[in-house]
């Protein structure tokens, strides 16, 4: 049975720390409220090869109920994934009848690109699916409408609780599923949005893990303490935060353990994220931040190859046995 939890610091269990100030203590849950509904103007990006369509989504959104600004149209893969990574996107509208050929990479490529954007698919009638034998929203899109039962009103409504949908669900991941040394995902964050990435691995370029260890810092604890090496901890965030992308799902698994699930890996992913390592180790040394003088890291590469589907811990016991033991 796999342990899900990592020790919050880096403290050894036997060596004491300072007595508390405050002898009690109060658990308190957060109360999450959903963010109030802003009046600001929200920005779209729609993704659609029909013409009519446009026309369609367009004059919904220029009505008189709507704070939704249609910023930008996107015909093909790339133009979506560019526009994202110019920023400024709020929510995406993709007509999955106009691109029926290529509405299912968009949805799962943008999701990987921006994932706290939300997408919204635009059906042209009841019933339609972004791929055969679909009959629900799938897991990366918010919500779904159909365009011929939208009004000046609803088609406004929808994209802004969709966009408060998705900040919401943010916030209560980031509740759960982080590190609170680092900031990074926990290991229960990483495990699970990993089996979820698993089942989408088919449709993407691939996927790759990367496995990574702080070199000497146990010894490193013994010489300059614990609190040291807390901060060689983040040091080491730090960089991994650097040499990833955004998109890119980074964990601290164990006491000196990281993990990056690196999604949509080309053929030469391995090669390019080791020279960023590598660069991103060196600036960390000249910059003399705390923690990483002397910081080391190992780095260990596997790419998934299409295949019957592993569970992420199977894959990750494959490429460094005994890990997942650790803590």
Same mark, same amino acid.
């Given at each position: 049975?796999?342990?899900?939890?990592?020790?919050?610091?880096? %403290?050894?269990?036997?060596?004491?720390?300072?007595?508390?100030?405050?002898?009690?203590?109060?658990?308190?849950?957060?109360?999450?409220?959903?963010?109030?509904?802003?009046?600001?103007?929200?920005?779209?990006? /729609?993704?659609?090869?029909?013409?009519?369509?446009?026309?369609?989504?367009?004059?919904?959104?220029?009505?008189?109920?709507?704070?939704?600004?249609?910023?930008?149209?996107?015909?093909?893969?790339?133009?979506?994934?560019?526009?994202?990574?110019?920023?400024?996107?709020?929510?995406?509208?993709?007509?999955?009848?106009?691109?029926?050929?290529?509405?299912?990479?968009?949805?799962?490529?943008?999701?990987?690109?921006?994932?706290?954007?939300?997408?919204?698919?635009?059906?042209?009638?009841?019933?339609?699916?972004?791929?055969?034998?679909?009959?629900?929203?799938?897991?990366?899109?918010?919500?779904?409408?159909?365009?011929?039962?939208?009004?000046?009103?609803?088609?406004?409504?929808?994209?802004?609780?969709? /966009?408060?949908?998705?900040?919401?669900?943010?916030?209560?991941?980031?509740?759960?599923?982080?590190?609170?040394?680092?900031?990074?995902?926990?290991?229960?964050?990483?495990?699970?949005?990993?089996?979820?990435?698993?089942?989408?691995?088919?449709?993407?370029?691939?996927?790759?893990?990367?496995?990574?260890?702080?070199?000497?810092?146990?010894?490193?604890?013994?010489?300059?303490?614990?609190?040291?090496?807390?901060?060689?901890?983040?040091?080491?965030?730090?960089?991994?935060? %650097?040499?990833?992308?955004?998109?890119?799902?980074?964990?601290?698994?164990?006491?000196?353990?990281?993990?990056?699930?690196?999604?949509?890996?080309?053929?030469?992913?391995?090669?390019?994220?080791?020279?960023?390592?590598?660069?991103?180790?060196?600036?960390?040394?000249?910059?003399?931040?705390?923690?990483?003088?002397?910081?080391?890291?190992?780095?260990?590469?596997?790419?998934?190859?299409?295949?019957?589907?592993?569970?992420?811990?199977?894959?990750?016991?494959?490429?460094?046995?005994?890990?997942?033991?650790?803590?």
């Amino acid at each position: 049975m796999m342990d899900a939890h990592v020790a919050v610091d880096n %403290a050894p269990c036997d060596q004491p720390r300072p007595a508390p100030v405050i002898q009690r203590v109060h658990v308190v849950r957060p109360v999450l409220h959903p963010p109030a509904m802003d009046s600001a103007p929200h920005s779209a990006l /729609i993704v659609s090869r029909s013409d009519a369509t446009i026309r369609v989504i367009s004059d919904l959104l220029r009505g008189g109920f709507s704070d939704i600004t249609l910023i930008d149209l996107a015909r093909t893969t790339p133009d979506v994934l560019e526009r994202l990574a110019s920023g400024g996107v709020e929510v995406v509208l993709l007509d999955v009848t106009s691109t029926a050929d290529m509405a299912a990479e968009v949805l799962h490529r943008a999701h990987v690109q921006a994932p706290d954007v939300p997408i919204v698919l635009v059906m042209q009638e009841a019933g339609a699916s972004v791929t055969p034998g679909q009959g629900r929203t799938p897991g990366d899109a918010q919500d779904m409408v159909v365009l011929d039962q939208l009004g000046a009103a609803m088609l406004p409504r929808v994209l802004r609780y969709a /966009i408060e949908r998705q900040r919401l669900q943010n916030t209560l991941r980031q509740l759960s599923l982080t590190d609170e040394l680092t900031g990074l995902y926990n290991r229960t964050g990483f495990l699970a949005l990993c089996e979820h990435h698993l089942t989408l691995a088919p449709r993407t370029r691939g996927l790759m893990i990367a496995l990574v260890d702080v070199k000497g810092l146990r010894a490193f604890n013994d010489r300059s303490g614990w609190q040291a090496g807390n901060e060689r901890l983040r040091a080491a965030a730090e960089v991994l935060r %650097a040499t990833f992308r955004a998109s890119d799902v980074i964990a601290r698994l164990g006491a000196d353990d990281f993990a990056v699930l690196v999604l949509d890996a080309g053929e030469d992913a391995g090669v390019v994220v080791q020279r960023r390592l590598e660069a991103q180790l060196a600036m960390a040394a000249t910059r003399a931040a705390a923690g990483a003088a002397g910081l080391e890291l190992a780095m260990t590469l596997t790419r998934i190859e299409p295949g019957p589907p592993l569970a992420i811990d199977d894959l990750i016991e494959r490429s460094v046995p005994g890990l997942l033991g650790r803590r």
